[in-house]
């Protein structure tokens, strides 16, 4: 296990630039690397009745309680298939100044790096795997544009509530 602060330089300038890079239903996405708290191995998860099939269930990590979503089944594409590499994510949820740590579970991290400013454009209004409202932008990394996801869509807890009553 290991926390993002030894794959990363905290300095207020470059963290603007810095992006987690994962592999989720074998594409390439990015998120802002501060929206990470941390990144552990695939661990168990207890599953919780009545919840929608993108939400795994529970997990202990470092003695809190946090529940985990599967990225790929959330962007109804399909499931995760666990391996070796599949890790949890986990995000700080901020929503009136109350904090929720989420997991959401990956394929792989495939690293930690920047993205320069001027190779980030809005994202298409159309035309991706995933709804537009998850995609913030488009970021060019080698020479590809990918996904950098918008995780408060991702993981907004009002939407999710609501999936969880349909």
Same mark, same amino acid.
Not at 28 to 54: D, N
Not at 106 to 119: G, Q
């Given at each position: 296990? $290991?926390? @993002?602060?030894?794959?990363?330089?905290?300095?207020?300038?470059?963290?603007?630039?810095?992006?987690?890079?994962?592999?989720?239903? *074998?594409?390439?996405?990015?998120?802002?690397?501060?929206?990470?708290?941390?990144?552990?191995?695939?661990?168990?998860?207890?599953?919780? %009745?009545?919840?929608?099939?993108?939400?795994?269930?529970?997990? +202990? !990590?470092?003695?809190?309680?946090?529940?985990?979503?599967?990225?790929?089944?959330?962007?109804? @594409? $399909?499931?995760?298939?666990? $391996?070796?590499?599949?890790? !949890?994510?986990? &995000?700080?949820?901020?929503?009136?100044?109350?904090?929720?740590?989420? *997991? =959401?579970? =990956?394929?792989?991290?495939?690293?930690?790096?920047?993205?320069?400013?001027? +190779? !980030?454009?809005?994202? %298409?209004?159309?035309?991706?795997? !995933?709804?537009?409202?998850? &995609?913030?932008?488009?970021?060019?990394?080698? +020479?590809?544009? &990918? %996904?950098?996801?918008?995780?408060?869509? &991702?993981?907004?807890?009002?939407?999710?509530?609501?999936?969880? $009553?349909?």
């Amino acid at each position: 296990m $290991s926390t @993002l602060d030894d794959d990363f330089n905290m300095n207020a300038d470059s963290t603007q630039d810095q992006y987690l890079l994962f592999l989720a239903g *074998g594409e390439l996405y990015a998120m802002e690397a501060l929206k990470a708290q941390e990144i552990v191995e695939y661990i168990s998860v207890t599953k919780v %009745p009545k919840m929608q099939s993108f939400i795994k269930g529970v997990t +202990n !990590i470092r003695g809190n309680i946090v529940a985990v979503i599967d990225l790929i089944d959330r962007f109804k @594409l $399909s499931k995760t298939e666990i $391996s070796d590499k599949t890790s !949890i994510v986990v &995000i700080n949820y901020k929503k009136n100044d109350e904090t929720t740590q989420i *997991g =959401i579970m =990956i394929d792989e991290v495939y690293e930690v790096d920047t993205i320069e400013k001027s +190779n !980030i454009k809005k994202a %298409p209004e159309f035309g991706a795997k !995933i709804d537009s409202k998850y &995609i913030l932008n488009m970021g060019k990394y080698e +020479n590809k544009y &990918i %996904p950098i996801l918008n995780m408060e869509a &991702i993981l907004d807890v009002d939407e999710l509530s609501t999936l969880l $009553s349909e």
